[in-house]
């Protein structure tokens, strides 16, 4: 049972009673459901969090602060995501919000007028109703594909359904098979599964109930990188497929911009940014945002002239002082004096040899000039190291065919509009 125990993968599933269970079978609409299987409100919010406050005690009067106070709605059928590094606590808000872990304080509400908690109310999480997947494949290694994905509805009680129940239960793991890839394997042992569709099985057990919040937490990470990109697919292809609203929680940058309709960057407690991939990888609200997301060159300054559109930047690091580069604030209004960073993404720069001789680099784009101190060869691309100042460095990824060697003299360059200034 190790693997069940630790898993726990639906929140409710093993404590509640066939009739109920049978019902959502029947008709998830029917009267007497509980707070997570009730229709959206109006506005379509399907969840809300507002101003969580998680803060453990560690013996004696020492305290973590795991959530400081995170508030953030997820629209019905959206996949929500989210992103931090390790111990930012984002297992902490998905096991407040299926009832797992008791926040300090704080509200939780379930299509926009049902408390789950709050001052005065606390729904266990049997009564939440809310899939959850975690990281180990959590499915029981004792028992067939279909064992695992039906006991949700059955409670493992086999012998004592009715036939007519017995015939629902089987369509709809059939059903649900269908959809998370694993159509006719009902019999198997899911020992005899990889670890991708074990996973699968875990996500069909999660969504059975007619489920409207899935939860998962970091359920790829057990997985090989090639499977884990097929996963990717399938996970929205099944999130789509039932229409689930979804809150998925990774530390894996790729794998939040790859499946999110939008994604919450935690740092330390807090979010930093709640928007689209585009919106954060593009204009990351904070230096941490920006580095976090990967990829971005980070080179220290001040601002000498602040803006509305573009703003100037004096570099401070080493070999570059007095170096001015333009961009734009993605962080609202700088003030002049103001201490920022000027990100470049690698893919948006330009490395060009005998700029002068080229007659210069256009009047809207900021350059660098250095030198190529390392090259490496990614097939379609290759990544430069590019040293601009005595104690700076630029990556840039070009096209394999960019004809530059190391040791060449070079200019960096990337347009005004492409470079970000972080506070
Ligand atoms: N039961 C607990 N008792 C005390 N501290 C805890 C407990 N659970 C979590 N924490 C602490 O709360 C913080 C947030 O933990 P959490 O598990 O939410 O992080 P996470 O973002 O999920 O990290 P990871 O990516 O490593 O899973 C961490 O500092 C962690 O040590
Ligand atoms: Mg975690």
Redesign the pocket.
Same mark, same amino acid.
């Given at each position: 049972m190790a693997a069940a125990g630790a898993g726990c993968i639906m929140t409710g599933a093993y404590t509640d009673p066939l009739p109920r269970a049978a019902a959502a079978v029947r008709d998830p609409n029917a009267a007497g459901m509980t707070a997570g299987e009730q229709m959206s409100s109006g506005d379509g919010t399907r969840l809300e969090v507002e101003n969580l406050v %998680?803060t453990?005690?560690?013996g004696g009067r020492r305290t973590? #602060?795991?959530?400081r106070g995170i508030s953030f709605t997820v629209r019905d059928g959206e996949f929500l995501t989210?992103l931090?590094?390790?111990?930012?606590? %984002?297992?902490?808000?998905?096991?407040c919000i299926a009832g797992l #872990?008791s926040p300090t304080s704080g509200r939780i509400t379930v299509d926009g007028s049902t408390d789950l908690v709050n001052e005065r109310i606390y729904v266990p999480a049997h009564k939440r109703k809310m899939g959850m997947v975690f990281?180990s494949y959590a499915v029981w290694p004792h028992m067939t594909v279909r064992d695992n994905v039906a006991y949700p509805l059955t409670g493992g009680r086999r012998r004592r359904i009715s036939g007519r129940e017995r015939r629902e239960v089987e369509e709809k793991v059939a059903e649900v098979l269908r959809v998370v890839g694993l159509e006719g394997f009902q019999p198997r042992g899911v020992n005899a599964l990889s670890g991708g569709q074990q996973q699968r099985v875990a996500v069909g057990r999660a969504i059975v109930r007619d489920t409207n919040l899935l939860l998962l937490?970091?359920p790829l990470s057990n997985l090989d990188a090639q499977l884990r990109r097929q996963m990717r697919v399938e996970f929205r292809r099944i999130s789509r497929a039932f229409g689930l609203t979804t809150v998925y929680?990774t530390?894996d940058q790729a794998e939040a911009l790859s499946m999110s309709d939008r994604i919450a960057v935690?740092n330390a407690?807090r979010i930093e940014q709640l928007a689209s991939p585009e919106e954060i990888y593009e204009r990351p609200a904070s230096r941490f945002v920006g580095r976090f997301l990967g990829n971005l060159n980070t080179l220290e300054g001040e601002v000498v002239e602040a803006g509305d559109d573009l703003s100037a930047v004096r570099l401070t690091a080493p070999g570059l002082e007095g170096t001015t580069l333009r961009g734009v604030s993605t962080t609202g209004a700088l003030a002049v004096g103001s201490e920022v960073v000027v990100g470049l993404r690698p893919h948006l720069i330009e490395v060009v040899q005998d700029a002068a001789a080229r007659g210069g680099a256009a009047s809207d784009m900021n350059v660098l000039n250095g030198k190529v101190i390392d090259v490496q060869y990614l097939g379609v691309f290759r990544e430069l190291l590019v040293e601009v100042g005595a104690q700076a460095q630029v990556r840039a990824t070009v096209p394999s065919h960019t004809p530059v060697a190391l040791g060449d003299t070079v200019s960096v360059q990337t347009p005004h509009a492409r470079t970000l200034l972080l506070r």
């Open positions: %998680k453990y005690e560690i973590v #602060e795991a959530l989210l931090g590094p390790s111990g930012c606590g %984002k297992s902490t808000a998905l096991r #872990e990281q937490d970091e929680v530390h935690m407690g």
